[in-house]
């Protein structure tokens, strides 16, 4: 191989002898050379100048050379080479110095610094030399300076600040060398000047280091950066437990959001940037220790497993109470001095038992068989059809057969309809037949208020089971969406891993600790909580279930009658929503940036969704929305979602479109509110809404039909306009988060809208959802505060993200966005609660109001004032004596002891028909059993059954002029019976009409028999006088 070489290298000399300049100058200048002294020489075509340095390398002592060249001659030309020869290593350049930029622009630099890379040394000490080389092709004399100094400050220090100026042609490096028991550090460099951009680099230390904008990002891990940069640098990655910390500033400043320079249009010439030099600062400190990452995932696991532990606590102390409340009412389940069965309380756990409503005319037995059922604090569990369960026991089974058979339909027992035979299908007819027309009939003609399980007509298992679609049909679209978004994530966290670009990943890398693979494992364990506390939802939500279905397989009445249909279908897609939302938000923190957005909010609008569903389901459960509509409108959303990041950014047209979608949709919705989902959206909308226009409000000006809920509803549509507004003028550059803010508010609206209406049906929310609500609320505010802090945002470049980023806050290990995931996390979960929890005790809306309104109307004070004077001069003045109105007169009675006085004083001695407990009973079923007493003794005494109140009436106060009727009725009979045992003037009451009997004799009725009774008519004292003939018109005489 040598031999075969031998002619070509004979050539070369040759071609070198005949062409003088073309492969070597004639002379080569090599001198001795001196650290921090300046060179000022020429150099040609035929002079090659060499300096010759030497210096003392030390193996625990490490220290920078530097090189600076600046060319004094400002031609076109042949640049200067030079060529920095080292032990190990090789450095060339010229000058000037062309670096190119967009578009292949090119910029020229005519002074140019360079830091040798230093070579490490096995020996104690040794004596390293190197070579600068000066030459061009120029064949006229360039003059340069050079000089070659050492660096002071080459080697970083943990926790000392060093400040120093770069620009593109002279780039910066420093060495880092890993402390003993230093296992992670953080790198932060700033500047007070976000331009010119500059890049930031990691590098191992090797020969050559990568220190200019055209290759510095081609090993190592690199960012841009304008004010502030960070990296955190594990020990573990570099072998030799040190790195270069290398710092470049860019020809342009585009990557960090700046504008491009001008640059002429004309020949490739390179342009003369002139100064473009960045002071900044650098730190290199510690980073969090293994038991900062211990402590995190105890502080994150203690908080959540903590609702579990709460969670087992409270069904614990519900349990013993329930048992307790079992056991007593099992003791004292009969009462021996009247016969009468004690009253049951229902199995549900919940707060205060009350009376079942009654139903009006069918209404015809002893009040003393009265349910009574524990008024859950859940909507679902609260009954509106105990009324009827005390209806079944007061009729005769056959009658109470016919009756139930007309009865709604939900009424009847699971499983007993002909047309649940084939449950192939969940879909319900939208007709009515005759029966719902019946059963219609008869729940307005018996019930005395209506409540909202009156209105669901549809069959509980067919509606169970269209209400599962949406947990299967949430659980399909977490599998298909999940299961792509792990695959996607974890190629981008590989991709960063491998280029080392960390320009890809939004993160705040100021508190970004890497764990494995993952570079931001706190961002990543803070969504923790979503799983957990959805996970707890939905064994929440199963429990209940569970409790149901037994109380189903053991024909409990309350569950198979009263209350809302159980919709589990929409808990457990909830809580799968919730569980998925913090899945899909750790996925996205793995590698959060412009492309994997959606990841983070595809699931936030399901559960606004979802929400606002579940609301609407409590007041209509027969008319919501389907699982499969819900979805696809679910799924336009994220569709417009996806189109407003990509396009939606300064379009105009776009921004019309959407906004005038989004007022369409909000009036669309509102009529749907305002009719109650009997408005349908087909070929005949337009005639109807012109034939409504038309009758309200041209031909006669008619006020709506439901005043409150057009109140609402405008002021939503206002609000919802306002934000179609706001989006149409400013344009927001985060489309996705403005979206997510348009469907929480409308949720917010929906909500405050349903509080509303309960409390204008005369409603009540009880003390624990109302202190559920007040907390929710300050847990959701101290959240909103963290998430608007902004620690990152990819709709700006990295380097201006970057700006955004700030320390952790939390145990040196969470950040801003963590607490955020922790606070909404915890808030979700309480506003989830609130569906589930909400007092649903009350009347609904519209009729029932009315209803009760006027039932309030018909108390009489001046009939109170008596009935008072008559109990303390019939019971002594020992019973006391009310404050005025009805509610002091109801507080009065409520616990039944003075009506227990007021009929046993209306007996003999020795055959009281109730007996009055020493102390007056504090429990509540205790109270309702001593009323129910006094309404037996008060039938035994003679007060018809349409006279009597119910238990309820008294107990929550629902008719207290029924009260008022039953005591007048038990006044009057006291003061016909006349059997001295009456107290008081006996003009209080009105004396009843007294039974007459007459007695005929046989020949007195067959008399009767031949006379025509005056009921039968008379035709006496008729006449033909003024008729005119047939035919003939009426004459009219003035």
């Given at each position: 191989?040598?031999?075969?070489?031998?002619?070509?290298?004979?050539?070369?000399?040759?071609?070198?002898?005949?062409?003088?300049?073309?492969?070597?100058?004639?002379?080569?200048?090599?001198?001795?050379?001196?650290?921090?002294?300046?060179?000022?020489?020429?150099?040609?075509?035929?002079?090659?100048?060499?300096?010759?340095?030497?210096?003392?390398?030390?193996?625990?002592?490490?220290?920078?050379?530097?090189?600076?060249?600046?060319?004094?001659?400002?031609?076109?030309?042949?640049?200067?080479?030079?060529?920095?020869?080292?032990?190990?290593?090789?450095?060339?350049?010229?000058?000037?110095?062309?670096?190119?930029?967009?578009?292949?622009?090119?910029?020229?630099?005519?002074?140019?610094?360079?830091?040798?890379?230093?070579?490490?040394?096995?020996?104690?000490?040794?004596?390293?030399?190197?070579?600068?080389?000066?030459?061009?092709?120029?064949?006229?004399?360039?003059?340069?300076?050079?000089?070659?100094?050492?660096?002071?400050?080459?080697?970083?220090?943990?926790?000392?600040?060093?400040?120093?100026?770069?620009?593109?042609?002279?780039?910066?490096?420093?060495?880092?060398?890993?402390?003993?028991?230093?296992?992670?550090?953080?790198?932060?460099?700033?500047?007070?000047?976000?331009?010119?951009?500059?890049?930031?680099?990691?590098?191992?230390?090797?020969?050559?280091?990568?220190?200019?904008?055209?290759?510095?990002?081609?090993?190592?891990?690199?960012?841009?950066?304008?004010?502030?940069?960070?990296?955190?640098?594990?020990?573990?990655?570099?072998?030799?437990?040190?790195?270069?910390?290398?710092?470049?500033?860019?020809?342009?400043?585009?990557?960090?959001?700046?504008?491009?320079?001008?640059?002429?249009?004309?020949?490739?010439?390179?342009?003369?940037?002139?100064?473009?030099?960045?002071?900044?600062?650098?730190?290199?400190?510690?980073?969090?220790?293994?038991?900062?990452?211990?402590?995190?995932?105890?502080?994150?696991?203690?908080?959540?497993?903590?609702?579990?532990?709460?969670?087992?606590?409270?069904?614990?102390?519900?349990?013993?109470?329930?048992?307790?409340?079992?056991?007593?009412?099992?003791?004292?389940?009969?009462?021996?001095?009247?016969?009468?069965?004690?009253?049951?309380?229902?199995?549900?756990?919940?707060?205060?038992?009350?009376?079942?409503?009654?139903?009006?005319?069918?209404?015809n037995c002893s009040g003393s068989t009265e349910g009574l059922v524990d008024s859950m604090d859940t909507g679902d569990l609260s009954c509106s059809y105990q009324g009827h369960d005390q209806f079944?026991?007061?009729?005769?089974?056959?009658?109470?057969?016919?009756?139930?058979?007309?009865?709604?339909?939900?009424?009847?027992?699971?499983?007993?309809?002909?047309?649940?035979?084939?449950?192939?299908?969940?879909?319900?007819?939208?007709?009515?037949?005759?029966?719902?027309?019946?059963?219609?009939?008869?729940?307005?003609?018996?019930?005395?208020?209506?409540?909202?399980?009156?209105?669901?007509?549809?069959?509980?298992?067919?509606?169970?089971?269209?209400?599962?679609?949406?947990?299967?049909?949430?659980?399909?679209?977490?599998?298909?969406?999940?299961?792509?978004?792990?695959?996607?994530?974890?190629?981008?966290?590989?991709?960063?891993?491998?280029?080392?670009?960390?320009?890809?990943?939004?993160?705040?890398?100021?508190?970004?600790?890497?764990?494995?693979?993952?570079?931001?494992?706190?961002?990543?364990?803070?969504n923790l909580g979503y799983i957990l506390l959805g996970l707890l939802f939905l064994l929440i939500i199963l429990q209940r279930e569970i409790n149901h279905n037994r109380a189903l397989l053991r024909?409990?009445?309350?569950?198979?009658?009263?209350?809302?249909?159980?919709?589990?279908?929409?808990?457990?897609?909830?809580?799968?929503?919730?569980?998925?939302?913090?899945?899909?938000?750790?996925?996205?923190?793995?590698?959060?940036?412009?492309?994997?957005?959606?990841?983070?909010?595809?699931?936030?609008?399901?559960?606004?969704?979802?929400?606002?569903?579940?609301?609407?389901?409590?007041?209509?459960?027969?008319?919501?929305?389907?699982?499969?509509?819900?979805?696809?409108?679910?799924?336009?959303?994220?569709?417009?979602?996806?189109?407003?990041?990509?396009?939606?950014?300064?379009?105009?047209?776009?921004?019309?479109?959407?906004?005038?979608?989004?007022?369409?949709?909000?009036?669309?919705?509102?009529?749907?509110?305002?009719?109650?989902?009997?408005?349908?959206?087909?070929?005949?909308?337009?005639?109807?809404?012109?034939?409504?226009?038309?009758?309200?409000?041209?031909?006669?000006?008619?006020?709506?039909?439901?005043?409150?809920?057009?109140?609402?509803?405008?002021?939503?549509?206002?609000?919802?306009?306002?934000?179609?507004?706001?989006?149409?003028?400013?344009?927001?550059?985060?489309?996705?988060?403005?979206?997510?803010?348009?469907?929480?508010?409308?949720?917010?609206?929906?909500?405050?809208?349903?509080?509303?209406?309960?409390?204008?049906?005369?409603?009540?929310?009880?003390?624990?959802?109302?202190?559920?609500?007040?907390?929710?609320?300050?847990?959701?505010?101290?959240?909103?505060?963290?998430?608007?802090?902004?620690?990152?945002?990819?709709?700006?470049?990295?380097?201006?993200?970057?700006?955004?980023?700030?320390?952790?806050?939390?145990?040196?290990?969470?950040?801003?966005?963590?607490?955020?995931?922790?606070?909404?996390?915890?808030?979700?979960?309480?506003?989830?609660?609130?569906?589930?929890?909400?007092?649903?005790?009350?009347?609904?809306?519209?009729?029932?109001?009315?209803?009760?309104?006027?039932?309030?109307?018909?108390?009489?004070?001046?009939?109170?004032?008596?009935?008072?004077?008559?109990?303390?001069?019939?019971?002594?003045?020992?019973?006391?004596?009310?404050?005025?109105?009805?509610?002091?007169?109801?507080?009065?009675?409520?616990?039944?002891?003075?009506?227990?006085?007021?009929?046993?004083?209306?007996?003999?001695?020795?055959?009281?028909?109730?007996?009055?407990?020493?102390?007056?009973?504090?429990?509540?079923?205790?109270?309702?059993?001593?009323?129910?007493?006094?309404?037996?003794?008060?039938?035994?005494?003679?007060?018809?059954?349409?006279?009597?109140?119910?238990?309820?009436?008294?107990?929550?106060?629902?008719?207290?002029?029924?009260?008022?009727?039953?005591?007048?009725?038990?006044?009057?009979?006291?003061?016909?019976?006349?059997?001295?045992?009456?107290?008081?003037?006996?003009?209080?009451?009105?004396?009843?009409?007294?039974?007459?009997?007459?007695?005929?004799?046989?020949?007195?009725?067959?008399?009767?028999?031949?006379?025509?009774?005056?009921?039968?008519?008379?035709?006496?004292?008729?006449?033909?006088?003024?008729?005119?003939?047939?035919?003939?018109?009426?004459?009219?005489?003035?």
């Amino acid at each position: 191989m040598f031999v075969l070489g031998l002619p070509f290298l004979a050539l070369l000399v040759a071609s070198g002898d005949s062409h003088p300049g073309l492969l070597g100058p004639k002379n080569v200048s090599q001198k001795d050379a001196e650290f921090e002294r300046t060179y000022v020489d020429e150099v040609n075509s035929e002079l090659v100048n060499i300096y010759t340095f030497n210096h003392t390398v030390t193996r625990n002592r490490t220290e920078g050379v530097r090189v600076s060249v600046n060319v004094l001659n400002k031609q076109k030309g042949a640049p200067l080479l030079f060529v920095v020869r080292q032990k190990e290593a090789v450095v060339s350049f010229q000058v000037p110095l062309i670096l190119r930029g967009l578009f292949q622009r090119k910029y020229l630099y005519q002074k140019v610094e360079r830091t040798l890379c230093q070579p490490p040394t096995k020996n104690e000490s040794e004596i390293q030399f190197f070579y600068v080389d000066v030459s061009t092709l120029s064949p006229v004399n360039t003059t340069y300076q050079l000089q070659v100094s050492r660096m002071d400050n080459f080697v970083l220090r943990t926790g000392e600040h060093f400040s120093f100026n770069t620009t593109a042609a002279q780039p910066q490096y420093f060495k880092y060398e890993f402390p003993e028991g230093v296992d992670s550090v953080i790198v932060k460099v700033t500047s007070n000047r976000a331009f010119p951009c500059s890049v930031i680099s990691i590098q191992d230390v090797l020969c050559p280091v990568y220190d200019l904008d055209n290759n510095v990002a081609f090993i190592g891990m690199y960012q841009t950066m304008t004010k502030k940069a960070a990296i955190t640098v594990q020990r573990k990655d570099f072998p030799s437990n040190s790195f270069y910390v290398v710092v470049v500033v860019k020809t342009e400043d585009q990557a960090c959001g700046g504008s491009l320079p001008f640059y002429p249009f004309g020949e490739d010439e390179p342009v003369d940037q002139g100064h473009r030099q960045k002071t900044l600062s650098v730190l290199v400190s510690r980073a969090v220790t293994s038991e900062a990452y211990v402590s995190g995932m105890l502080f994150c696991l203690g908080i959540f497993l903590s609702f579990y532990l709460l969670t087992i606590l409270l069904a614990c102390w519900e349990n013993w109470r329930q048992r307790k409340k079992t056991l007593l009412v099992t003791v004292d389940r009969a009462c021996p001095e009247s016969g009468h069965p004690r009253v049951l309380t229902d199995s549900f756990p919940g707060s205060s038992p009350y009376e079942g409503y009654n139903y009006g005319s069918f209404e015809n037995c002893s009040g003393s068989t009265e349910g009574l059922v524990d008024s859950m604090d859940t909507g679902d569990l609260s009954c509106s059809y105990q009324g009827h369960d005390q209806f079944k026991r007061r009729l005769p089974f056959g009658q109470m057969r016919q009756l139930c058979i007309a009865m709604d339909r939900s009424l009847d027992p699971v499983g007993t309809r002909p047309r649940l035979d084939s449950m192939s299908s969940v879909e319900e007819d939208d007709y009515d037949t005759l029966t719902d027309i019946e059963s219609d009939k008869n729940v307005i003609r018996t019930k005395q208020y209506l409540y909202v399980a009156d209105l669901a007509r549809k069959d509980k298992r067919v509606l169970r089971k269209k209400y599962q679609i949406y947990f299967w049909n949430i659980a399909t679209i977490a599998v298909f969406y999940a299961l792509p978004v792990v695959q996607l994530v974890i190629t981008y966290q590989t991709v960063v891993n491998v280029t080392g670009n960390q320009d890809i990943c939004y993160y705040n890398f100021l508190c970004a600790h890497p764990l494995g693979n993952l570079s931001a494992f706190n961002n990543i364990l803070s969504n923790l909580g979503y799983i957990l506390l959805g996970l707890l939802f939905l064994l929440i939500i199963l429990q209940r279930e569970i409790n149901h279905n037994r109380a189903l397989l053991r024909n409990d009445l309350y569950a198979l009658e009263c209350g809302i249909p159980k919709h589990f279908g929409l808990f457990y897609a909830m809580g799968t929503a919730l569980m998925m939302e913090g899945l899909l938000s750790a996925c996205y923190h793995v590698c959060p940036n412009y492309t994997n957005f959606q990841f983070d909010t595809s699931f936030m609008y399901m559960i606004a969704g979802l929400c606002m569903l579940k609301l609407y389901q409590k007041r209509h459960p027969d008319i919501n929305a389907s699982a499969y509509s819900a979805y696809a409108c679910l799924a336009v959303v994220i569709f417009f979602s996806v189109l407003g990041v990509v396009f939606g950014k300064g379009n105009t047209a776009f921004w019309i479109v959407f906004s005038v979608i989004h007022i369409i949709a909000t009036l669309l919705l509102s009529i749907q509110l305002y009719y109650m989902g009997r408005w349908k959206l087909d070929s005949g909308v337009g005639r109807r809404i012109f034939h409504v226009l038309y009758t309200d409000c041209i031909r006669q000006c008619s006020g709506p039909l439901y005043t409150d809920r057009m109140v609402l509803l405008v002021m939503g549509n206002i609000i919802n306009w306002s934000l179609a507004a706001y989006g149409l003028i400013m344009r927001p550059n985060d489309f996705a988060s403005y979206l997510l803010a348009i469907g929480i508010c409308n949720l917010l609206l929906y909500f405050a809208f349903y509080i509303i209406m309960k409390l204008r049906s005369g409603e009540r929310i009880k003390l624990i959802p109302l202190l559920c609500i007040v907390c929710t609320s300050v847990v959701w505010g101290f959240a909103l505060f963290f998430f608007f802090q902004g620690l990152s945002t990819w709709q700006k470049t990295p380097a201006e993200s970057r700006e955004h980023n700030r320390d952790c806050i939390l145990l040196d290990f969470f950040d801003d966005h963590d607490i955020w995931h922790f606070l909404s996390s915890i808030a979700m979960f309480g506003s989830f609660l609130l569906s589930p929890n909400m007092a649903n005790k009350g009347p609904s809306y519209g009729m029932s109001r009315e209803v009760q309104s006027k039932i309030e109307k018909k108390y009489d004070e001046e009939l109170e004032e008596r009935l008072v004077e008559w109990i303390i001069v019939q019971c002594g003045p020992d019973v006391g004596r009310p404050d005025r109105g009805r509610l002091g007169f109801q507080v009065w009675l409520k616990n039944g002891v003075i009506l227990s006085k007021l009929v046993n004083s209306l007996y003999p001695d020795g055959s009281k028909p109730v007996k009055v407990p020493e102390n007056p009973p504090s429990m509540v079923f205790k109270q309702m059993e001593q009323v129910a007493q006094f309404l037996k003794a008060a039938e035994d005494y003679g007060v018809t059954k349409t006279d009597m109140f119910q238990t309820v009436d008294l107990f929550e106060g629902k008719d207290m002029a029924a009260v008022q009727r039953t005591l007048m009725a038990l006044g009057s009979l006291a003061v016909t019976k006349n059997d001295g045992h009456y107290r008081g003037d006996p003009s209080w009451f009105m004396k009843k009409a007294q039974e007459h009997k007459r007695e005929f004799t046989e020949s007195q009725l067959q008399e009767g028999k031949h006379v025509i009774g005056l009921q039968m008519g008379s035709n006496r004292g008729a006449s033909q006088a003024g008729m005119t003939g047939y035919g003939r018109p009426r004459q009219i005489i003035s």
